[in-house]
């Protein structure tokens, strides 16, 4: 017979802020609970003195670039792997 996982106080808290978080956006559509989390998180971060952080302007492809990478191959010496 196994001995009880025993759970950290703090894993506990981990546990219910997530719940209320989620309950807190339950009812809406995916698009919009995302939305409305990131708001929250926004002011929070506002409240606790943290800087905003500038985001991509709509239509704008960060990770994108028009530059092609390539590489060379490297020819084969004879006897070699």
């Known amino acids: 017979m196994s001995a009880p996982v025993k759970v950290?106080?703090?894993?506990?808290e981990v546990w219910q802020w997530k719940e209320e978080a989620w309950q807190e956006v339950?009812?809406?559509?995916?698009?919009?609970?995302?939305?409305?989390?990131?708001?929250?998180?926004?002011?929070?971060?506002?409240?606790?003195?943290?800087?905003?952080?500038?985001?991509?302007?709509?239509?704008t492809k960060v990770a994108e670039t028009s530059a092609k990478y390539t590489a060379k191959r490297k020819k084969r010496v004879k006897g070699s792997f």
């Open 8 to 12: 950290s106080k703090a894993l506990e």
């Open 26 to 59: 339950a009812h809406l559509p995916l698009r919009q609970a995302l939305r409305k989390r990131m708001e929250i998180a926004e002011r929070t971060a506002r409240e606790l003195g943290f800087e905003p952080v500038p985001r991509a302007l709509p239509g």
